[in-house]
Nanobody, 124 residues
């Protein structure tokens, strides 16, 4: 099965940038779309961004659209989430998730593999 490992979170000030990454182990012949999700204490997990296997289709949540960029390097089995102009409300544990299809999705139930999460904290 696929294993996902997030890294690159941290503590930053409002307006700063972070680029968490997600590295996946997977069979050579399998393809997958990847999504980024986040969950703050006391809140439900919410969608952030998703990217198809080829990178040809990308989705962003309205809360991050215009200041975030999702990308992937399939040769490295890695997906990145570049986040600029970070706000305190972006504070959350960020998770990457994968599904065994090339089609990107904003539906949490479509993802069957999840990483352990990386903490992003934005101070005011």
């Amino acid at each position: 099965q696929v294993q996902l490992v997030e890294s690159g979170g941290g503590l930053v000030q409002a307006g700063d940038s972070l680029t968490p990454s997600c590295t996946a182990s997977r069979p050579t012949l399998s393809s997958n779309a990847v999504g980024w999700w986040r969950q703050a204490p006391g809140k439900e997990r919410e969608f952030v961004a998703a990217i198809s296997w080829t990178g040809g289709r990308i989705y962003y949540a309205d809360s991050v659209k215009g200041r975030s960029t999702i990308s992937r390097d399939n040769a490295r089995n890695t997906v990145y989430l570049q986040m600029n102009s970070l706000k305190p409300e972006d504070t959350a544990v960020y998770y990457c998730a994968a599904r065994m299809t090339v089609v990107a999705s904003q539906n949490r139930d479509d993802y069957n593999y999840w990483g352990q999460g990386t903490q992003v904290t934005v101070s005011s």
